[in-house]
T-cell receptor, first 113, second 113 residues
Framework: AQSVTQLDSHVSVSEGTPVLLRCNYSSSYSPSLFWYVQHPNKGLQLLLKYTSAATLVKGINGFEAEFKKSETSFHLTKPSAHMSDAAEYFCVVSDTGSYIPTFGRGTSLIVHP | NAGVTQTPKFRILKIGQSMTLQCTQDMNHNYMYWYRQDPGMGLKLIYYSVGAGITDKGEVPNGYNVSRSTTEDFPLRLELAAPSQTSVYFC????????????FGSGTQLSVL
């Protein structure tokens, strides 16, 4: 069975400081992992995905995530936050052979000037 | 390509009324999903379909019905609307490969009063 836990419901940072959004997963097989972003009153957009190639995945807008199998984690990072990064972020897991992605509860990123 | 199109964007229903949320995709995707999003709860799967004529329940199917008569269309029917169905609804589609991203519609904000 697959599941995903986003460890923080809210993360608050100052503009220009690093961002860390934490995600742990549980998967029976080799998972595919995704991060999606949702800006206020918008739909969901893919930030990046891991699909068993390189463990460090680069996405759009300067975000990246590292797949750590030993820690069952897929944390999202960005070196320097921008005001436009303020949004809801979702970690998603999908087992190999499963066509039902499982969403985390989301982390709200707040960026202060 | 239009991608995934959802209608309506907003709707207010009275308790006991019924309505259909429309979802159409023009990418020839076999897999389609309906999610509801409630604050702090992430996205919960209502129903999904792996192809025309095939549908199955997700995590929270009670009070909803779906049909999939064509590859393109996946309408969600609410019968006897209840306040607990106040939510934002998203339709999504994908090719079905577990490492492929979901394409989302822009969402329907539904209030049941």
């Amino acid at each position: 069975a697959q599941s995903v836990t986003q460890l923080d419901s809210h993360v608050s940072v100052s503009e220009g400081t690093p961002v860390l959004l934490r995600c742990n997963y549980s998967s029976s097989y080799s998972p595919s992992l995704f991060w999606y972003v949702q800006h206020p009153n918008k739909g969901l957009q893919l930030l990046l995905k891991y699909t068993s190639a390189a463990t460090l995945v680069k996405g759009i807008n300067g975000f990246e995530a590292e797949f750590k199998k030993s820690e069952t984690s897929f944390h999202l990072t960005k070196p320097s936050a921008h005001m436009s990064d303020a949004a809801e972020y979702f970690c998603v897991v999908s087992d190999t052979g499963s066509y039902i992605p499982t969403f985390g509860r989301g982390t709200s990123l707040i960026v202060h000037p | 390509n239009a991608g995934v199109t959802q209608t309506p964007k907003f709707r207010i229903l009275k308790i006991g009324q019924s309505m259909t949320l429309q979802c159409t995709q023009d990418m020839n995707h076999n897999y389609m999903y309906w999610y509801r999003q409630d604050p702090g709860m992430g996205l919960k799967l209502i129903y999904y379909s792996v192809g025309a004529g095939i549908t199955d329940k997700g995590e929270v199917p009670n009070g909803y019905n779906v049909s999939r008569s064509t590859t393109e269309d996946f309408p969600l029917r609410l019968e006897l609307a209840a306040p607990s169905q106040t939510s934002v609804y998203f339709c999504a589609s994908t090719t079905g490969s577990t490492n492929e991203k979901l394409f989302f519609g822009s969402g329907t904000q539904l209030s049941v009063l």
